[in-house]
């Protein structure tokens, strides 16, 4: 099949391709397309760019190994997503555990009293839109998990209701209310910003 | 339930700055890194459950948690105590029958007498009841027949005679089966020299008293 054709095609019959004739460019052609978008949601759940290229390969590499696993009953992006949510996830729950770890040592070693810096963001400082969006996602790093995760694939990703709640594995009722809490979580935290 | 419409109207600034938020984009060689890892292999291949398995880092843990339950298993295995094999116990003593020793057979000689007596007495025999090995026979307390079978048969004191029918004393005859003496399942007593002639006056009594009771 030439490049046109494969350019052509939606991201089912590319996976599909992929499949049954082993295309690699209908896979690179999924790459080009999921990459940014796939970036900005990992990046904005776990708020570090590195760890979040990483993310987005890894779920690549996954989905080029197992691409037999996908069934077309299914809309690949939301096969896609939940893939790249999962591991975001477990580098989350990773990071978590070294930073308890490197917090311990710390105090081990030193046995002394020690400062966590504080990340608190000071209005006076707002000046331009790429510090907002810094203390913005600072906002979003402290907004409960599921929360988070649901509020990004809505307000950011801006993907609807159904294809969320096949993402997390809930339903939209509670999709919603997770939606709402998120957003009240994060106006709170960030109301200086509104105030002004 | 929540009205997330008007939520939604709560919420404008909030959605209106998210999706103002500027949008990242992988890096420039993304895909030539992908593809160049996903060539080179790099990514960790899947594992087997039995190389899992059998990783050291699994394999020493749970070897070491295995011998230490074997060990705790073995080390209360001896302190708990030892279970009584119910073949190889004695049997328990019975309280209720109570042997003499050493009570004196009645010679043979006396036996015949008392059986020629009898018979020449011309009386009806009587069922002859069992008795202990060992002690005076039923015939020689009887003295009603010359039955030879019962020659060898004992007679065991029990207890009081609490209603005083058979002698309206203080002893009472209680009859058993012929069993060897070994393979009884009573409690052996030494008695007193006392007790011994208490006996020996009780059996005179209720011999007396049997051939009274004969004639």
């Not at chain 1, 939606?10 to 599909?16: F, K, V």
Request: hydrophobic residues 35%; glycine residues 4%.
């Amino acid at each position: 099949m030439s490049d046109r054709n494969l350019n052509g095609l939606s991201d089912e019959e590319l996976i599909l391709e992929f499949q049954n004739n082993n295309t690699e460019r209908a896979f690179e052609i999924l790459v080009q397309r999921y990459k940014n978008p796939l970036t900005n949601f990992v990046f904005r759940y776990l708020g570090d760019y590195e760890s979040c290229v990483d993310v987005v390969q890894e779920t690549m590499i996954k989905v080029y190994r197992y691409k037999d696993t996908y069934q077309s009953i299914a809309k690949f992006s939301t096969w896609i997503y939940t893939i790249a949510g999962n591991l975001a996830k477990t580098e989350l729950q990773r990071r978590k555990r070294r930073t308890i770890l490197s917090i311990n040592a710390f105090g081990k070693d030193n046995d002394e009293n020690y400062e966590i810096p504080d990340e608190n963001y000071r209005p006076d400082t707002i000046t331009d839109s790429g510090i907002k969006d810094e203390i913005i996602q600072k906002a979003f790093m402290k907004v409960s998990e599921s929360y988070r995760k649901a509020v990004i694939l809505r307000d950011i990703q801006e993907l609807s209701y159904e294809e969320i709640a096949d993402i997390m594995g809930i339903t939209v009722g509670t999709v919603k209310s997770r939606i709402n809490r998120g957003r009240a979580q994060l106006q709170k935290l960030l109301k200086n910003i509104y105030n002004e | 339930m929540e009205n997330f419409d008007e939520n939604s109207q709560q919420y404008n600034d909030i959605i209106k700055t998210l999706k103002q938020l500027q949008k990242l984009k992988a890096p420039a060689n993304f895909e030539a890194d992908l593809m160049r890892r996903i060539n080179s292999g790099k990514y960790e291949k899947e594992k087997k459950f039995w190389e899992k398995f059998l990783l050291p880092s699994r394999l020493i843990p749970s070897a070491a948690l295995g011998l230490a339950a074997v060990i705790v298993f073995f080390v209360l295995n001896i302190n708990s105590a030892p279970v009584e094999n119910p073949l190889l116990t004695p049997p328990r003593v019975r309280e209720d029958v109570v042997a003499t020793k050493n009570i004196p057979v009645t010679p043979k000689e006396t036996q015949e007498s008392l059986k020629k007596e009898n018979s020449n007495n011309g009386k009806e025999k009587q069922p002859a009841p069992f008795f202990k090995e060992g002690t005076k026979s039923y015939a020689e307390i009887h003295g009603t027949t010359g039955d030879s079978e019962v020659s060898n048969l004992g007679i065991t004191f029990t207890g009081e005679d609490t209603d005083n029918t058979l002698t309206g004393n203080t002893s009472m005859v209680s009859f058993g089966y012929p069993i060897n003496k070994s393979g009884l399942n009573f409690r052996n007593s030494t008695l007193t020299r006392e007790e011994r002639a208490q006996i020996q006056m009780m059996k005179k009594r209720l011999i007396e008293m049997m051939k009274q009771l004969n004639k």
